[in-house]
Each structure stands twice: as C-alpha cells, then as structure tokens.
C-alpha cells in the first residue's frame, strides 16, 4: 500500500487532489501515478541486475493502457505476452518484437501463423503446440514454459505451477520437448515457469528455481543445450493490507541469481511481474451515492461495481479503501462498499470503518493497478470507464469512457426480425 499525501484533509495523488480529478473526469475513474510506475520497475530491475544480467518482462495482462507500455517502453522494459492482442497492443506502444516473449497456453495454429508473421519469440507450452509450430516454421528460437511442480499463490484461481494445473511441459517430458524440438530445427534458448499470483513469502521462488536450474543442468549435460536465459515467472506479491509488509526484493534477488549463476552457464535471468509493478500506482476513484441502513448493517452505494473492479467478487481479494474528501479522518461506522450490479456479490470492500459517509463523497480503492481495468467488463451495459494519468501536478485522459453506442456497436439485428 501507498502512501498518499494528505492536505486539510484530503488524499492527493501525484501533486493534484482525488476530489479535482473525480471533478474533472468523472466517476468512476482509474488514476494512475506515473513516478511510481517507474519507481516500481526501476526497484525490480535494479535488485536483479546488480547482480547479473536481467530481463523484465512485464506482464501486461496485468494493464495494457497504452500509455501505461509507453512508460515501460522508455524504462527499457520487455514483455511478457499471451495473446495477439496484447502482442498488438506492446508493438502498437513502441515495444520492437525481440522485446517481446510469448507465454500463452492452448494456443490455436492460427494465433502461433500470427506470432511468427511479427517474429516474436514464443515461450511454448506444450509438445501439441510443438509440433504445431513445427508446421509453420522452423530455425527460430524457442523457450519452454516447464511445468515445475512448485504452485503458490494467494487464491487457488491463481496458482498455476502446481501439477495439477493445465500449464507448462510436464517436468517428465522437459527433456524429450528439448530434444524434439533441436530435432525440428529450432533453437532452444530459454527455459521458464511461473509459479502463481500474489506470492508474499520468497520460499517458492527459490524453489522453483531450484527446479529451473537442475534442469538446465540435465539440459547441458544430456543434450548439450545452454541456454541464455532463465526465466522464473512473475507473481510477486504486495501489501494490500495495512497491516502487511512489501516483499524482500533485495533478498529475493540474491536467492535467484546466486542460483542461476552458481548453477547454470545462462547468461540471464528474467522476471515477469505484472502486479509488483502496477499495482500500487493506481486508485479507483468511485462517488458514494446511495447510503442504506438495513437491520443488519450500512451499505455505502458506489458507482463502480464488479464490472469495474471484479478482483474482490472473484477472488475475495482485499482493497484498502480510504475517504478522499474525508482522508485521514478516524473511522466511526463499518460500512460495506457496495456496486451498481445486480447481483449480492457485487462488493469492493466488506465491514471497513470508515468516516461516517454522505452522498457525494469520494472513496479511493488502492492498488487497483494490476488486474483493475484489465479485467474490467461491460455486464449491465455499463461503458468501462475513464483511465487518467497523473505526474507532478499534471493530469492526463489515457483512456475515453465508453457510450453505449460502443456497447451496441458489434450487435446485429437480422433483418427477417425487423419485420
Ligand atoms: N507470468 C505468467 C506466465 C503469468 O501467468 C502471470 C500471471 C504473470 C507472469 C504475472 O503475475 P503477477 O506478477 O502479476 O502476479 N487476475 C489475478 C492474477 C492472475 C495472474 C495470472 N498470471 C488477480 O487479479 O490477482
């Protein structure tokens, strides 16, 4: 969680105040600090590279905004992709293809025609699609998402290294996806897993990388195969609770690359946070707008739903909330943050002290950077909303609210129903 300024009582973001902004753009409304943006990626690639060569490979399903990969871009940052459209979206921002790795499970023959036309570098996750590359190209370089039998994660929707899951080249045939593939013609570069979302503990990290680099090893020795990179996914948590701690990076750091570079000839390690980096940079501005006392407690009604942020009906996940206009103010009445969707799980926040509300405040939901707009939809014909950019007192639109115009634009009526 960030910290924010406070003046007479009010939260200010990036040199401008919430209540100005919600003023200017209306709610709801995503806004995104730049500075920390960089100060995030700067923290990440700085602990790792001070210690040997190293890839960010932003997770952009985390915030595609454009405007969000331009400030990336500039930072030197490289991508992690898993579909066209987020390929599309990174090169459209300035990212040049060898900036980009592609990490998409089943992935359709038509998709991998679309990768290899733009030259990216695919991150391949099964023999299946193996073969199926093999029919659309050949001699280009490849990595393999491994399957590494280490899952973690704050949700069991999000834990995706555990042998379970549907990702990655099971541990068992890593080998035999090697070989095949040196066997097709390519050229095996890279080797990678990802273990899940939300990690706050640096246990599972070292350990998949254990995995990693035994298998680098078995690759040099069995097949003759070194490779430049090892790549061990993204997935590193945040403090979304007050009461919680920001991970170790320093020492994460230092547990990773002493491994790769005591264990294996890589000359690189990569990393693929999503959240670390955006999370913390953005609130949701939403307007209070309905206040109903019922028998059992206080539901604060705001203008943002789970079609807005989805991340607390979905996962059960926790967001600070905070009182813009009232901001730092002590908490009187326990509230639940309630949406404009129908349906009873349409909540932001449940039981949170907070001032005692009126119709036109302004809440700040925190760390709504990562998986926010991302996973925003349109349920209830709402339009998604307003993103807004802010740096040293400055504001920017990053993104138009949409009309129901852009809602209805796919539809078709056939005309035998116009009759
Ligand atoms: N690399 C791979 C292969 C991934 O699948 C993911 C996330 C990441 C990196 C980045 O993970 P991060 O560093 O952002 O935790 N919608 C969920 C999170 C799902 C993450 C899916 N994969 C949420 O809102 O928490």
Not at 217 to 243: A, T
Request: with cysteine; aromatic share 8%; charged share 25%.
């Amino acid at each position: 969680m960030r910290e924010f300024e406070r003046i007479d009582d009010h939260m200010v973001i990036g040199g401008l105040r919430a209540v100005d902004l919600a003023e200017e753009y209306g709610t709801p409304v995503y806004v995104t600090d730049e500075s920390a943006v960089r100060d995030n990626y700067r923290a990440i690639y700085g602990a790792f590279s001070r210690r040997m060569p190293t890839r960010i490979n932003y997770a952009c399903k985390a915030n595609t905004n454009l405007a969000i990969l331009r400030i990336l871009e500039q930072e030197g940052s490289c991508i992690d992709a898993v579909s066209i459209g987020e390929v599309e979206a990174c090169m459209r921002a300035g990212f040049s293809s060898d900036r980009i790795l592609y990490t998409g499970v089943n992935v359709s023959n038509h998709e991998l025609a679309a990768l290899v036309n733009r030259n990216i570098t695919i991150n391949i996750d099964s023999l299946s699609e193996l073969e199926r590359l093999a029919e659309i190209t050949s001699g280009a370089a490849v990595s393999f998402r491994m399957n590494p039998e280490v899952g973690a994660g704050y949700h069991e929707k999000v834990v995706t290294g555990a042998r379970s899951t549907k990702f990655g080249v099971p541990k068992d045939r890593i080998l035999d996806a090697y070989s095949r593939a040196v066997e097709l013609g390519f050229r095996p570069v890279g080797l990678h897993a990802h273990i899940g979302a939300g990690v706050q503990v640096i246990e599972p990290f070292t350990r998949v990388t254990d995995v990693l680099v035994s298998v680098a090893q078995e690759l040099e020795s069995k097949l003759g195969i070194r490779l430049d990179f090892i790549d061990i996914g993204g997935g590193i948590g945040i403090p979304y609770r007050p009461e919680e701690g920001p991970m170790d990076l320093e020492l994460l750091a230092e547990e990773v690359t002493s491994r790769v570079i005591n264990g294996t000839s890589a000359r690189q390690v990569a990393v693929e946070p999503g959240r670390y980096i955006i999370a913390d940079t953005t609130v949701l501005l939403t307007t209070v707008v309905d206040l109903k006392e019922t028998p059992d407690k206080w539901f604060a009604g705001v203008d943002a739903g789970f079609n807005t942020l989805v991340r607390p009906a979905f996962y059960g996940s926790y967001h600070h909330v905070a009182v813009a206009n009232k901001f730092g103010l002590p908490g009187d009445v326990a509230y639940d943050v309630v949406g404009p969707i129908c349906e009873s799980g349409d909540h932001l926040a449940k039981e949170r002290s907070l001032p005692r509300l009126e119709e036109g405040d302004l809440l700040a939901v925190y760390d709504a950077g990562a998986y926010g707009f991302s996973m925003s939809s349109q349920y209830n014909m709402r339009p998604k909303c307003r993103e807004v950019l802010v740096r040293n007192g400055s504001s920017n639109l990053i993104r138009e609210r949409e009309s129901i115009d852009d809602l209805l634009r796919h539809d078709r009526i056939p005309s035998r129903l116009m009759l």
